[in-house]
């Protein structure tokens, strides 16, 4: 399957990945190999690595769609990968306190120093950018420190995307570069919409997981407002857990989805790869969806037809 969001730009993506490692060659050794490994761990073009490139990938979008120039396009591109792998540490040593922690904050802090230095190359101190810049790591640290206390995906499901504030550098730098800042505000709105869907479509996926570790997730927020449990204040109960594959409530999730998705496609911002990319996300949703009810069928059709099914399905 041809992805639009992501196909056309595979030689920009290049420049940027060659100009990401060549920052983190010149890091001391260990940490440069490390570094360099997970670069490419989340490189697009050498394996599945998710959906992360929408931290980096806006700027190259905008470069399709508004003309930015090419060279300004990977610049900031590449400043926003090295900063996309300082939060993505981050938010490692937070959710899942790894035993690496120490190797992950010393290079976050490497990293952290790569992006402002290329920031700092295109915008200069006294530019606007920096006060979006701040603003956006403020909302990030106001959102990761509330997850415990305030449940956010029923005050607003757009507050979700708040986790991931830092990730709308890329597109009001972009912006900037283009003296285009009255579209900083609706295209960040929708670029918003697209990251409550990806974390959305992440927190279905890691349902299990975020239980065990209590961190905040909106499906289990979903499923707690729907049966009028205290979240996240209050432990999960078993309930929630008897509930976490319930069809009613994994369809009322998606439809939160589907409902802002209708939103992002009638504002006409010109962004064709954004609509595009939440539109496939949505029916990734929906396909996860669709898999556990179908093995749900599969179960209550019996013992042996069920393990031939998962044969044939891999499980």
């Not at 904050?105 to 979006?132: E, K, R």
């Not at 449990?229 to 209050?234: D, E, I, R, S, T």
């Not at 009613?248 to 009638?266: C, E, P, W």
Request: hydrophobic share 40%; net charge negative; glycine share 4%.
């Amino acid at each position: 399957m041809r992805r639009d969001w992501l196909d056309p730009f595979r030689s920009d993506l290049e420049v940027v990945f060659a100009s990401a490692e060549q920052l983190v060659r010149e890091y001391p050794e260990p940490l440069s190999g490390h570094a360099l490994e997970q670069l490419r761990s989340v490189n697009p073009l050498l394996r599945d690595s998710g959906h992360s490139y929408i931290g980096y990938i806006t700027p190259l979008w905008i470069q399709h769609s508004d003309k930015l120039p090419p060279e300004k396009a990977h610049q900031l591109s590449t400043a926003c990968l090295i900063h996309m792998l300082y939060f993505l540490n981050q938010d490692d040593v937070m959710d899942e306190q790894p035993e690496n922690a120490t190797l992950k904050l010393s290079l976050g802090n490497l990293y952290y120093m790569d992006a402002l230095q290329s920031y700092a190359v295109l915008f200069n101190p006294s530019s606007t950018f920096w006060v979006y810049f701040r603003q956006y790591v403020v909302d990030w640290a106001v959102s990761v420190t509330g997850e415990h206390s305030i449940d956010y995906f029923q005050q607003n499901p757009l507050l979700i995307a708040q986790k991931a504030a830092p990730l709308l550098i890329g597109a009001t730098g972009a912006l900037l570069l283009l003296n285009q800042s009255d579209r900083i505000i609706p295209v960040c709105s929708a670029i918003n919409i697209t990251l409550m869907t990806l974390q959305m479509t992440d927190d279905f996926t890691d349902t299990q997981q975020d239980a065990v570790h209590g961190n905040y997730n909106s499906y289990l927020s979903h499923i707690s407002a729907a049966l009028n449990h205290n979240y996240p204040v209050h432990p999960l109960s078993d309930r929630i857990h008897d509930n976490v594959y319930n069809t009613q409530l994994m369809n009322s999730y998606v439809d939160i989805a589907y409902h802002y998705n209708r939103t992002l496609t009638s504002s006409n911002l010109g962004i064709s790869h954004l609509e595009a990319f939440n539109s496939y996300l949505c029916s990734t949703l929906v396909q996860a969806v669709q898999d556990i009810t179908q093995r749900k069928k599969q179960l209550l059709q019996g013992g042996f037809h069920h393990w031939i099914s998962e044969q044939q399905l891999g499980f």
